[in-house]
């Protein structure tokens, strides 16, 4: 399982800023995430290191689960993911 890093802005037709992450299993993608997952509307994340601290989470949940994992916001504060 790899985790990739992007800026929304270098994805063409999007029409976010910041970045976001995709979740990749065999190298084949399982997971693109433009955005914050848990708050209200649709933001990007506002750091790089944001966007990593989250996919590197939500792919140790994942294998944890062997299900798609859903974020609470209480899990993004204990990140100190900024929204």
Do not use: C, W
Request: no cysteine; hydrophobic share 35%.
């Amino acid at each position: 399982m790899d985790t990739r890093i992007f800026r929304n802005d270098t994805i063409a037709g999007s029409n976010l800023s910041g970045y976001g992450y995709d979740i990749l299993i065999n190298g084949k993608l399982y997971i693109h995430q433009p955005y914050i997952p848990a708050i209200n509307g649709s933001a990007g994340f506002l750091s790089e290191d944001d966007a990593r601290k989250t996919s590197e989470y939500v792919a140790e949940k994942f294998k944890n689960t062997h299900s798609l994992p859903a974020v609470s916001k209480q899990e993004l504060d204990s990140l100190e993911i900024k929204y």
